[in-house]
């Protein structure tokens, strides 16, 4: 565990590099460290830079199983022009059984909206946890998504243990366009998150505290 200095001094020197310095920082603790993505806006960004600081390191991909057809094809174009080391992980239930038990996907103001997103994101990203017991977490999140993330440093502890590091904390959307142009990388554009729903609306998966 990370004291409060350590977490403020660390976060002081991070917010001077570039994120490719902060990815082979994290790469250069030697720690165990995994990338996530969803294969959505931007993720090549994210993929692309981190596969060039270490080419094998570990992506997870939780596939809930209502990407769009587009995205498939994304993520499928990705995993292979990046040869990237990647797991997927998916929901104990199939969509086809849980819309029938819930009726399609449930409504954001839904009861069972909470359970939905616990079963097909949140639950599968715990097995995540628990099978690979990550020290590093390298995120693509950015401030300028939700109120939330405005609140987070580059560097922030789980309770677990796991420390996450979010290189493009600081970036806006014309950065991460610009990033996709210079290297010529694709971009998704029919790309829906059913859990999360609203593009500035938390799905869980960066507020909920996993178990190792």
Known sequence: MLSDNQKIQ???????????????????????????????PYSAVMLHLATNVKADIPVFWVDSG??????YIY?????????LNIQVFVPEM???RRSALMNGIPNVDSDLHAEFTRQVKLEPFQHIIKSVQPDFWLTAIRKNETEFR?????????????VKVAP??????????????????PQVHKYHDPTKVE???ECGLHTTNYEI
Do not use: C
Request: charged share 25%; hydrophobic share 35%; aromatic share 8%.
């Open 10 to 40: 660390i976060n002081l020197e991070l917010a001077e590099k570039s994120p490719i310095k902060i990815v082979q920082w994290v790469v250069e603790q030697n720690k165990k460290t995994i990338v996530t993505t969803s294969f959505g």
């Open 66 to 71: 209502y990407n769009t057809r587009e995205t």
């Open 150 to 162: 405005k609140s987070l440093g580059i560097l922030s502890e789980e309770p677990n243990g796991i």
């Open 199 to 201: 593009k500035d609306r």
């Open 94 to 96: 199939t969509a086809a």
């Open 168 to 185: 493009f904390l600081n970036w806006t959307e014309i950065d991460m366009g610009g990033y996709l142009y210079e290297h010529d990388l």
């Open 75 to 83: 993520a499928e174009k990705l995993i292979s022009d990046l040869s």
